[in-house]
């Protein structure tokens, strides 16, 4: 070994976690303690094509990466829409630039499109014909079952008293 490679290494790793300690600044002194010399890891969002997965379970997922990544509302904004792929990412073209300005805007134009009313029906129609599949244990058609069960409540049944 060489050894002008240990103060390279020395300085890389010194600046790394300088780097670190810069970006724990606003945290408390408890915070910056246990993120100082390690990297925070990141939750990447899904793609959402407007098929597959729900509207609610990309929604729920997104969310989730939202708050965990730390994201302020523009950074949600611009992962949302690098989110969006084929019908999905349609929305951000065939709208007025004004309908998806805001994250708030954006959420109600997919919610709008995507987890309409009209799959209510849909999903009621799934659940009445749903039958266990030949080989498929009974943890799987529960799960499946619960999720149309969910997925076929419509909204106004909910909030109804």
Not at 8 to 36: A, I, L, N, P, W
Not at 41 to 47: L, Q
Request: with cysteine; charged share 30%.
């Amino acid at each position: 070994m060489k050894a002008g490679k240990f103060p390279q290494v020395s300085h890389r790793r010194h600046h790394r976690e300088k780097s670190v300690e810069t970006c724990c600044e606003s945290e408390s002194d408890t915070d910056k303690r246990h993120t100082f010399g390690r990297r925070r890891s990141f939750i990447r969002p899904d793609r959402f094509d407007g098929v597959t997965p729900s509207f609610a379970t990309f929604k729920a997922h997104f969310e989730n990466a939202a708050q965990f990544n730390r994201w302020r509302e523009k950074e949600q904004l611009a992962h949302l829409k690098a989110s969006l792929v084929g019908a999905a990412s349609q929305c951000l073209w065939d709208q007025s630039p004004e309908c998806v300005s805001t994250l708030d805007k954006l959420w109600k134009l997919l919610s709008d499109r995507f987890a309409g009313q009209n799959l209510t029906e849909k999903y009621r129609t799934e659940l009445r014909n749903r039958r266990r599949k030949q080989g498929e244990s009974l943890d799987s058609l529960c799960t499946d079952v619960r999720r149309l069960l969910i997925m076929g409540v419509s909204r106004s049944n909910v909030d109804s008293p």
